[in-house]
């Protein structure tokens, strides 16, 4: 066991601070705001032509001047990602003292979390990690899963959003509820994968109301929803 374990974090409203401002820099900050993070600060003496863009457009805050201690406190997550690995080092060492939690981008074994892979589709998302024995490794099976996993997934992601709200609320009991969301994520996958719920395989995409009937039906739940309320 190598003590990483996977968890999703919430970004909205937390305090998030990176060091340094060049390539690897940028590449965090993109993966931070594209998550929806909404509290970024960069602290770098240069930065990247994208990263003074982002900060133009206010969505992050930029101090163009070298690391200072305190500018690790407060912060819940804490990027040491510059060119300076003494520096580094001691960003590393000042977020332990506040309690940030640290990602030292010039080693796979100082910080408390390292950063994967990561494929979006709307709410679906999918992350690679080689534990830091390989980024691109972890970039490579990127690809791959790039490839198999499109946009359809993310539309199934969404329809069983929906889909899974009406059920909640339904009058099924608990057992019922979950053969009915299981049988539902099983067509989505299936829609997704053969791509009838594309703008190409149009046709085959029913109402929400609709496909949760015919899934009552399939499990054996004749009635509908509705009948069950009522009931
Ligand atoms: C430990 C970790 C800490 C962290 O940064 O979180 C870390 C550490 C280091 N990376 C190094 C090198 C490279 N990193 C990349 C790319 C990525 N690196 C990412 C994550 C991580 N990198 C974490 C482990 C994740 C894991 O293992 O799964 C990705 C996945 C996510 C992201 O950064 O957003 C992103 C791919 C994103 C994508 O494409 O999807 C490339 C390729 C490239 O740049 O194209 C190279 C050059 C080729 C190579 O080395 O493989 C070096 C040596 C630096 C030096 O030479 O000095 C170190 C330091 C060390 O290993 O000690
Ligand atoms: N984790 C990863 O994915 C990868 C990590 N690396 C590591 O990340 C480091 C950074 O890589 P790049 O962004 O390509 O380097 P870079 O040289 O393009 O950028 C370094 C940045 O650090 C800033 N900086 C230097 N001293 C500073 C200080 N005292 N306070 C604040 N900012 C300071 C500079 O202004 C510059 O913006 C490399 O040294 C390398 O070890 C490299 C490749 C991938």
Not at 80 to 101: I, S
Not at 118 to 139: C, W, Y
Request: aromatic share 6%; charged share 25%; proline share 2%.
């Amino acid at each position: 066991m190598n003590g990483y374990y996977p968890i999703v974090l919430q970004l909205r409203g937390k305090k998030i601070v990176v060091i340094g401002g060049g390539a690897v820099a940028e590449r965090k900050v993109n993966g931070l705001l594209e998550a929806g993070a909404d509290n970024v600060k960069v602290v770098s003496p240069i930065v990247t032509e994208r990263i003074a863009a982002l900060a133009e457009e206010g969505k992050l805050r930029l101090e163009l001047r070298s690391y200072k201690e305190s500018d690790a406190c407060g912060a819940r997550l804490l990027f040491a990602a510059t060119g300076n690995e003494v520096v580094n080092a001691a960003v590393a060492a000042d977020g332990e003292r506040y309690g940030a939690f640290v990602n030292a981008a010039d080693s796979y074994e100082d910080g408390d979390f390292l950063v994967p892979s990561v494929i979006r589709r709307g709410d679906l998302l999918l992350s690679v990690t080689a534990t830091g024995a390989s980024p691109s490794l972890a970039a490579a099976i990127k690809k791959e899963l790039e490839a198999q996993y499109g946009e359809a997934y993310g539309k199934a992601a969404s329809r069983l959003r929906r889909l899974r709200a009406l059920i909640m609320k339904s009058k099924l009991d608990r057992v019922d509820k979950q053969a009915v969301l299981k049988l539902a994520a099983e067509e989505a996958v299936e829609a997704a994968r053969t791509g009838v719920w594309t703008e190409e395989g149009n046709g085959k995409e029913e109402s929400d109301e609709v496909w949760l009937n015919g899934l009552l039906h399939r499990v054996g739940l004749t009635g509908g929803v509705h009948n069950e309320r009522n009931s």
